[in-house]
């Protein structure tokens, strides 16, 4: 279906640019990292999402936060603790300096999931920040969900309005948890414009810089919860599905769609999919957050997160095992496995969060007794 066309304006909420200078607590492992091949970019993150390199190779990573100090319980199952504490920041040298800061922020509290600066991808020289968790269903009516242009010069600019363009254009199918400001998850250019995944209501969907908003492709069927996108040479995107609680080993795939929203299984028998990347080899590559489910096991059972290299339609190579929840994959561009986690913690995940490089050649690599270090970078 089409969408209507919105209009992109300043951002409505106090936003913070931080000055270059003031970096957050994370450090470069050196120690160690010949012998366990995994180098720590950066740690002391709070729930980080998506990240991309700038045009001059410079890493952004966005953070979802921890929600906030105001809390709202609506209805039994559904409490929400929203605050500004998401944000963007460059990683350089071991140490992540904040880029956007205040950014809104959300937790709901029964399940344990975060939304507010989902990703950040780069078209052209231009940065855009994808914001979850704003809108009057995630109870912050003062923001906004959307895709957002970073201007450099202190503010933020709404391209893409998805808190008002979603009411009147909801998915074919509307399960019991979605939110009419929608669950944002991933943010990939595709051409002259960027694709969104809509993970909860099952959609993925087309974003121009002027404002207008297209369905490519409802898969809201089944209740797959897209999650992650790669992009081929042709437009074509693969998108990974996480699926609905509870999970199950193989229950998860891979789609194709074209740019005219044919949607075909690329890729099936994979589990709990967060992420979906091209390497440098041409193989698609997953996040998988978590495995081994069993009946009377954990929800997500922990420090069972892989990165798998699709061998086959139906079939896997493990590279990385025994990871904590991983939500992000990318490759650098010396070919080194980027991967961001976990996707949540306890305590609302403050801190807990890392960038971690590995070596694809060097596979299988495992991440069991994986401690990224931390220090002071003020």
């Known amino acids: 279906m089409r969408g209507a066309h919105s209009r992109p304006g300043v951002i409505g909420m106090s936003i913070a640019l931080a000055a270059i200078g003031t970096s957050t607590a994370v450090q470069a492992q050196e120690a160690g990292a010949e012998e366990t091949g995994i180098t720590t970019l950066a740690s002391g993150l709070t729930n980080p999402r998506g990240f991309d390199w700038g045009p001059d190779g410079s890493l952004y990573v966005a953070s979802a936060g921890h929600g906030g100090d105001n809390d709202v319980a609506l209805v039994e199952g559904f409490t929400v603790h929203n605050g500004l504490t998401a944000s963007i920041s460059m990683v350089a040298d071991g140490c992540a300096t904040p880029v956007a800061v205040g950014l809104p922020s959300v937790l709901w509290e029964e399940t344990g999931w975060i939304w507010g600066a989902m990703d950040i991808a780069f078209l052209g ?5 994808l914001l979850g968790g704003g809108g009057p269903n995630w109870f912050s009516p003062a923001s906004v969900s959307g895709v957002y242009r970073l201007n450099g010069d202190g503010t933020m600019t709404l391209v893409d309005n998805i808190s008002a363009w979603l009411p009147d254009n909801p998915p074919a199918e509307i399960p019991w948890d979605y939110s009419p400001d929608g669950s944002l998850f991933d943010l990939e250019p595709a051409g002259d414009a960027l694709l969104l995944s809509e993970a909860v209501g ?12 297209t369905t490519v492709a409802d898969l809201s069927a089944g209740h797959p919860v897209p999650t992650g996108i790669a992009v081929d040479a042709e437009g074509n995107a693969y998108l990974g599905n996480l699926t609905a609680a509870p999970f199950g080993d193989g229950a998860s795939k891979v789609v194709m769609v074209t740019p005219d929203g044919t949607v075909s299984d690329h890729w099936t028998d994979l589990t709990a999919v967060t992420q979906v990347a091209f390497g440098p080899d041409g193989a698609l590559y997953a996040a998988e957050m978590a495995t081994g489910f069993s009946e009377d096991g954990p929800l997500l059972p922990e420090n069972s997160g892989r990165i798998v290299r699709q061998t086959g339609p139906d079939t896997s190579e493990v590279i990385v095992s025994e990871l904590p929840y991983p939500v992000n994959i990318g490759f650098d ?12 913690g306890s305590n609302g995940g403050i801190g807990q969060g890392f960038l971690a490089s590995v070596d694809p050649a060097d596979a299988p690599i495992s991440f069991a007794g994986f401690e990224p270090a931390a220090t002071d970078c003020s």
Do not use: M, N, T
């Open 202 to 213: 099952g959609q993925l969907l087309r974003v121009s810089l002027d404002g207008e908003i």
């Open 125 to 129: 020289d231009d940065a855009y920040a």
């Open 333 to 344: 561009a010396d070919g080194q496995l980027i991967i961001g986690g976990p996707a949540f």
